[in-house]
């Protein structure tokens, strides 16, 4: 195992080149620096383009709903002119059920242009099913990787149902303990295979969400009159961020602050087999939001597309136990059953909203579609099997892996700022780190490194001195 696993990582950079048609090398300024927009435009497909590519493959359009009794609920708990209008893009109305249909749409539309027999992703979320149903419509082969069971054959009811819904879109799933195998079975198959790597990371996939914040600046303007205070994006990997944050920036509503927002699953480790069963979220967790937003270029393709700090104004985080009430709330407010992901950046819009004067708009960018596994009554159901205590209180006592506290009221639903500034220090240290030993950052890096983490270069610069001051 050791030497093929050595024999096939030793050749990964060819296999993926082949397997994404793009020669990422020509983007690369220095050891720190690249040409970020380069590589996003490299595709060569416009923003209209790639709505005519969604729509004939039966993507996006999905409806922009105003959610007046949720609002009139939190208004009851704001103080007097607050309370935000909350508005959300039904999302679970795309054919796989999430706004990763978006993302899937470009990546088979351009293995299909360029010839490829098949896609394979890796992916134990919706990415797999939305990747399983376009390859479907395109007539495509489809391998899904997933990492799905804990050492004990446990699996996360979420990611099971997962992978029954990608065999009935006729995809062949691979299921993996969790471990560090993901990456290497990936690059196997596509050697094996000679199929395309429909990575989450790419440009193709990325490209493919800038429509989703296109049609809220414009649902918005229509609805409104104006594009939206705020819009609230539910992140992990960090493509949803990055996506609609560029969308919104192209649809010209350069005013709208962008709030990302995770569940706190902080002292949970994702790669370890007793945690990967004690955790209700699957995704839209601070488990991948921070190491993610910290450091993107721990991805499958050379340089992740997702670049979330980029963009970011505010990124809040809520607890398991708070987003099980929102989304209760919503079922019997709204008559809109969804799932967890979407609900996560609701139950952070609650706060916002109670930030915000009467007159201010939110839009909560998705929702996802609910099933057998992914319901929260299952959810909650598997958890007290892993031994969490489920009980309802004060939601500040969750503890991650050990107590889901639900909420009893509105009132007592409070997302908490995380630090950006720490995380831009954080992405810096770990772009030094990537450099080769002793590389000293020039002034083209300390510009780049000021885009990427949307800040100045005096505030880079004053990072990199601190750096250097702690390891003198
Ligand atoms: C429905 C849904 N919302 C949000 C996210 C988070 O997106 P990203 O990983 O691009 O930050 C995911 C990703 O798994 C998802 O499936």
């Not at 209700?280 to 991948?288: I, K, M, R, V």
């Given at each position: 195992m050791a030497t093929k696993f050595d024999a096939i990582m030793a050749r990964r950079g060819e296999i993926m080149r082949r397997a994404l048609g793009m020669d990422y090398g020509e983007f690369e300024l220095s050891p720190i620096a690249f040409d970020y927009e380069a590589m996003m435009a490299d595709h060569g497909y416009s923003l209209d383009d790639i709505v005519a590519i969604q729509t004939k493959a039966g993507v996006g359009h999905t409806p922009l709903l105003e959610l007046k009794n949720f609002t009139d609920l939190v208004r009851s708990t704001c103080e007097p002119g607050r309370g935000a209008r909350i508005f959300v893009k039904d999302e679970a109305a795309n054919l796989a059920g999430a706004f990763k249909d978006r993302r899937a749409s470009v990546s088979i539309h351009v293995a299909k242009e360029k010839g490829y027999e098949g896609v394979i992703a890796a992916t134990s979320g919706n990415y797999g099913a939305a990747v399983a149903s376009q390859a479907a419509r395109a007539c495509l082969k489809c391998i899904i990787v997933q990492e799905c069971y804990d050492s004990h054959k446990v699996g996360q009811p979420e990611i099971v149902e997962k992978a029954r819904v990608c065999e009935a879109y006729g995809a062949e799933v691979v299921q993996l303990t969790v471990g560090p195998e993901l990456f290497f079975h990936m690059v196997e198959l596509l050697d094996q295979t000679?199929?395309?790597?429909?990575?989450?990371?790419s440009s193709f996939g990325v490209s493919g969400i800038e429509t989703l914040g296109l049609e809220v600046s414009q649902e918005m303007r229509a609805l409104t009159g104006a594009d939206p205070t705020a819009c609230v994006i539910t992140h992990a990997g960090g493509g949803n961020t990055t996506g609609t944050a560029r969308g919104l920036k192209r649809a010209g509503a350069t005013g709208t602050k962008i709030v990302a927002a995770s569940v706190d699953l902080s002292g949970l480790h994702m790669a370890s087999d007793n945690d990967f069963n004690r955790k209700?979220?699957?995704?839209?967790?601070?488990?991948?939001g921070v190491p993610f937003a910290t450091w993107p270029d721990r991805a499958d393709v050379p340089r992740n597309a997702a670049r979330p700090l980029r963009y970011m104004d505010r990124y809040l985080t809520v607890t398991q136990g708070e987003v099980f009430y929102v989304t209760e709330a919503l079922v019997k407010l709204e008559g809109l059953e969804r799932g967890p992901a979407g609900n996560t950046a609701m139950t952070a819009a609650v706060s916002l909203a109670r930030e915000l004067p009467r007159e201010a708009t939110i839009v909560v960018q998705e929702t996802e579609y609910t099933g057998a596994g992914k319901h929260h009554w299952a959810q909650l159901n598997f958890a007290r099997q892993m031994g969490v205590e489920v009980r309802a209180g004060d939601p500040r006592d969750n503890q991650p892996g050990t107590v889901i506290v639900i909420p009893e009221r509105l009132e007592q639903i409070q997302a908490s700022d995380f630090d950006i500034a720490h995380m831009r220090r954080s992405y810096v240290r770990n772009a030094v780190k990537a450099a080769p030993a002793g590389y000293v950052p020039t002034t083209d890096d300390i510009a780049f490194l000021a885009a990427d983490t949307n800040s100045t270069p005096a505030a880079v610069e004053a990072m990199l001195a601190e750096l250097a001051a702690k390891e003198a």
């Open positions: 000679g199929y395309f790597a429909a990575s989450l990371y209700s979220f699957t995704t839209g967790h601070t488990g991948f």
